[in-house]
Nanobody
Framework: QVELVESGGGLVPAGGSRRLSCAVSTLAFNAYYMAWFRQAQGPDREFVAAISWSGRTTEYSDSVKGRFTISRDSGKKIVYLQMDVLKPEDTAVYYC????????????????WGQGTQVTVSS
């Protein structure tokens, strides 16, 4: 079992920055492909960013590309999401997710999820 705990959410002014963290409790941290999703209004979780087991490959949604950066620290077993130039439309609950065998960046394909952390961007 993999437990994911997000932190770092809060209220941020438009144009500001915020860094989210996801602490991962598993001995096999480097075996998991990690991602961030977000959920605003509605039931669907939107893909934000993903990072491979090695950390050498990253992927971003078009809406955050160039503004957000995903990274992972294998020693600390933490995945980060650095968010810069935040916009009001970035307001959402942000979730960390993990999967061993990546099939797609669709939420249903990810096995493990954190509880989420709220990010609110004020205009």
């Amino acid at each position: 079992q993999v437990e994911l705990v997000e932190s770092g959410g809060g209220l941020v002014p438009a144009g500001g920055s915020r860094r989210l963290s996801c602490a991962v409790s598993t001995l096999a941290f480097n075996a998991y492909y990690m991602a961030w999703f977000r959920q605003a209004q509605g039931p669907d979780r939107e893909f934000v960013a993903a990072i491979s087991w090695s950390g050498r490959t990253t992927e971003y949604s078009d809406s955050v590309k160039g503004r957000f950066t995903i990274s992972r620290d294998s020693g600390k077993k933490i995945v980060y999401l650095q968010m810069d130039v935040l916009k009001p439309e970035d307001t959402a609950v942000y979730y960390c997710a993990a999967v061993m065998q990546i099939a797609s960046t669709h939420a249903p394909d990810f096995e493990f999820w954190g509880q989420g952390t709220q990010v609110t961007v004020s205009s």
